[in-house]
């Protein structure tokens, strides 16, 4: 189905997601498949919005202003359930203005999806690597190819002038310890790709119950080390591959990357993400120590495109349910980006949100926060990360 891709706001460059059938790689993990077991792509559907002469909808805003898409969040487009379709849709997207995000872990259809787009280099390519060893991922995901061949991929398209991301995510210390990633880290410098994505593998208690007993042997010694020992490990493992020289992302980090710049410069329009903020400041600040207020946060955020527009429906407001349903009840109408920023800023409620971020700290007095004249929160900003469990409000 092509949907916005509300689940990636504020972190990823893609505006759009088109998920295909269910996907058959049955990774252990796979919250995808876990909420939804059964999956249909629809992709008649995707097409036709493709050729709307009358953008209408906040979807088909996005698709005419030429934003890309994701291919694909909830399912591997390149399976063997779902290589049919992708080649369609690739039929397709090669004759649309914007680019395309893959996200795989590569197979069937792929070649083929690539070669439909001919010269064109405005596609990113994210290919997930959990583990170096290919027993490991043959439980943990079974039905993908292994590591080796997804690397083997990855090495090939690079050379053949993609922008290529090395996935590790989710990120376990049993799946990825510290000597494989070295080892991993090693292999890719020596062919010149310098572009790492990690993540947590981040599953709460609530959530383990839902994973079943097959599940939950398949992930082995990942599941004991779930919580803070992963969260510790993966920022030690990000601090690494900052310090190696790589092009990092990962949601929070306190570094620069000039990963989402790479991005930006093949895909065109994008939208904007809470680590070009944080380029901003330490562009702007260094490790000075700044007071940020509300209008600079909007002026780095709103710069173009669809954040500069209203929107007729209120879509926006879905992405506050899905990420912080006390906010999604406060705020009943949204019908601009300016707005959504607005509450980014201003409330902690959110997976995504300015005050949960390691680098940025409220400002107040007696524990509350100073609001500005147009009742704004303001932060200090001292390139310095902070990592207790609970923020205080501070006295700048
Ligand atoms: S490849 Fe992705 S979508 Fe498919 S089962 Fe694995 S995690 Fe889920």
């Given at each position: 189905m092509l949907?916005?891709?509300?689940?990636?706001?504020?972190?990823?460059?893609?505006?759009?997601?088109?998920?295909?059938?269910?996907c058959?790689?049955?990774?252990?993990?796979?919250?995808?498949?876990?909420?939804?077991?059964?999956?249909?792509?629809?992709?008649?559907?995707?097409?036709?919005?493709?050729?709307?002469?009358?953008?209408?909808t906040?979807?088909?805003?996005l698709?005419?202003?030429?934003?890309?898409i994701?291919?694909?969040?909830?399912?591997?487009?390149?399976?063997?359930?779902?290589?049919?379709?992708?080649?369609?849709?690739?039929t397709?997207?090669?004759?649309?203005?914007?680019?395309?995000?893959?996200?795989?872990?590569?197979?069937?259809?792929?070649?083929?999806?690539?070669?439909?787009?001919?010269?064109?280099?405005?596609?990113?390519?994210?290919?997930?690597?959990?583990?170096?060893?290919?027993d490991?991922?043959?439980?943990?995901?079974?039905?993908?190819?292994?590591?080796?061949?997804?690397?083997?991929t990855a090495?090939?398209?690079h050379?053949?002038?993609?922008?290529?991301?090395?996935?590790?995510?989710?990120?376990?210390?049993?799946?990825?310890?510290?000597?494989?990633?070295e080892?991993?880290?090693?292999?890719?410098?020596k062919?010149?790709?310098?572009?790492v994505?990690?993540?947590?593998?981040?599953?709460?208690?609530?959530r383990?119950?839902?994973?079943?007993?097959?599940?939950?042997?398949r992930?082995?010694?990942?599941?004991?080390?779930?919580?803070?020992?992963?969260?510790?490990?993966?920022?030690?493992?990000?601090?690494?591959?900052?310090?190696?020289g790589?092009?990092?992302?990962?949601?929070?980090?306190?570094?620069?990357?000039?990963?989402?710049?790479?991005?930006?410069?093949?895909?065109?329009?994008?939208?904007?993400?809470?680590?070009?903020?944080?380029?901003?400041?330490?562009?702007?600040?260094?490790?000075?120590?700044?007071v940020?207020?509300y209008?600079?946060?909007?002026?780095?955020?709103?710069?173009?495109?669809?954040?500069?527009k209203?929107?007729?429906?209120?879509?926006?407001?879905?992405?506050?349910?899905r990420?912080?349903?006390?906010?999604?009840?406060?705020?009943?109408?949204?019908?601009?980006?300016?707005?959504?920023l607005?509450?980014?800023?201003?409330?902690p409620?959110h997976?995504?949100s300015?005050?949960?971020?390691?680098?940025?700290r409220?400002i107040?007095?007696?524990?509350k926060?100073?609001?500005?004249?147009?009742?704004n929160?303001?932060?200090?900003?001292?390139?310095?990360?902070?990592?207790g469990?609970?923020?205080?409000?501070?006295?700048?």
């Amino acid at each position: 189905m092509l949907e916005v891709f509300l689940g990636g706001y504020m972190f990823h460059p893609a505006a759009l997601d088109y998920s295909g059938d269910t996907c058959q790689n049955n990774c252990a993990y796979c919250f995808a498949n876990i909420n939804k077991e059964f999956r249909t792509g629809n992709l008649q559907g995707a097409i036709n919005a493709f050729y709307k002469s009358e953008p209408k909808t906040y979807r088909d805003m996005l698709l005419s202003m030429g934003y890309p898409i994701l291919v694909s969040n909830r399912s591997d487009p390149f399976t063997v359930k779902n290589q049919r379709d992708s080649i369609a849709l690739f039929t397709h997207l090669a004759e649309r203005k914007g680019g395309v995000f893959i996200q795989t872990k590569t197979g069937p259809g792929m070649d083929e999806c690539l070669d439909l787009m001919g010269d064109r280099r405005d596609v990113v390519v994210y290919i997930t690597v959990t583990t170096i060893k290919d027993d490991i991922a043959k439980i943990v995901e079974p039905n993908a190819p292994p590591p080796s061949a997804r690397l083997a991929t990855a090495k090939r398209l690079h050379k053949a002038g993609y922008l290529v991301l090395i996935a590790v995510n989710p990120c376990s210390e049993a799946w990825m310890p510290r000597d494989d990633l070295e080892t991993l880290c090693k292999a890719l410098k020596k062919e010149g790709m310098n572009h790492v994505c990690i993540e947590m593998l981040d599953i709460k208690r609530k959530r383990l119950s839902l994973l079943g007993e097959k599940r939950v042997k398949r992930m082995g010694a990942a599941i004991g080390m779930l919580g803070d020992r992963n969260r510790l490990y993966v920022r030690e493992c990000t601090e690494y591959l900052v310090y190696q020289g790589f092009d990092v992302a990962k949601k929070g980090m306190p570094f620069k990357t000039e990963l989402f710049v790479h991005m930006k410069d093949r895909l065109g329009t994008t939208m904007p993400v809470m680590q070009d903020f944080v380029n901003h400041c330490f562009d702007k600040y260094g490790t000075s120590g700044a007071v940020l207020s509300y209008p600079e946060w909007e002026s780095i955020m709103a710069r173009d495109g669809i954040m500069l527009k209203t929107i007729k429906q209120n879509n926006i407001r879905d992405y506050l349910l899905r990420s912080g349903f006390a906010s999604w009840k406060d705020n009943q109408e949204v019908h601009s980006h300016k707005e959504f920023l607005r509450i980014v800023w201003n409330d902690p409620r959110h997976r995504i949100s300015v005050q949960n971020h390691s680098l940025f700290r409220v400002i107040g007095k007696d524990k509350k926060p100073t609001l500005d004249e147009d009742g704004n929160v303001q932060f200090y900003f001292s390139g310095q990360p902070y990592f207790g469990k609970k923020k205080e409000v501070i006295e700048v």
